[in-house]
């Protein structure tokens, strides 16, 4: 590139002249520290955006659950146990249902201990007999991986799953605004 050319495009003569990348470095001067510097600044707000987006990722994780029975829960009765004889198998044999629970007096197996109440025919299905289940009222959530997510805290599983994706749209709608109002507060 001839001097005129360059001086030109530094003086902002013929910015017309600028077509490639390598002119506009030219024009910008050398880069140094404060170049870099300015980059930086510049990119982090395009890397926040993604972290907005998927932070539902981990803020709306669902860990595993099931129904919550008071009686056994309060008769000191370990998860295991609980599983065991009040909530039936899942879609899968390895897996426990976590919407639904048999329709047992628990208050009784409670008083009779696990033991008893586990050979006991009233808490157990003979063949053919029809499973009688009901729908959970609360759920225990395994806290193991996740001590606390959205859907853990407003139990939002089961019927209530369909609020989840409201959750994450109501998130998506707070950053709209907040975008405008903090566009604003630049401009002030």
């Not at 009040?86 to 048999?102: D, E, F, H, K, L």
């Not at 009784?108 to 050979?119: D, I, K, N, R």
């Amino acid at each position: 590139m001839s001097e005129d050319k360059a001086e030109a495009k530094k003086t902002g003569e013929d910015t017309a002249a600028i077509t490639t990348y390598d002119d506009l470095n030219d024009l910008a001067g050398s880069q140094d520290i404060r170049t870099l510097l300015i980059l930086v600044l510049i990119s982090f707000g395009t890397f926040i955006n993604p972290l907005q987006t998927i932070n539902y990722q981990f803020l709306g994780a669902t860990p595993d659950y099931w129904c919550h029975v008071p009686a056994l829960v309060d008769a000191n009765w370990t998860q295991e146990q609980i599983l065991s004889l009040a909530i039936p198998n899942g879609n899968t044999s390895s897996q426990r249902s976590s919407c639904v629970m048999y329709d047992y007096n628990f208050t009784l197996a409670a008083e009779l201990g696990f033991e008893v109440a586990a050979s006991s025919p009233e808490f157990s299905l003979e063949d053919g007999e029809e499973v009688r289940t009901v729908k959970c009222s609360s759920r225990d959530f395994d806290r193991n991986q996740y001590e606390s997510t959205v859907v853990t805290e407003w139990d939002l599983v089961c019927e209530r799953r369909v609020l989840y994706s409201t959750t994450q749209a109501v998130s998506q709608v707070g950053t709209l605004l907040g975008s405008l109002v903090v566009g604003y507060l630049y401009d002030v």
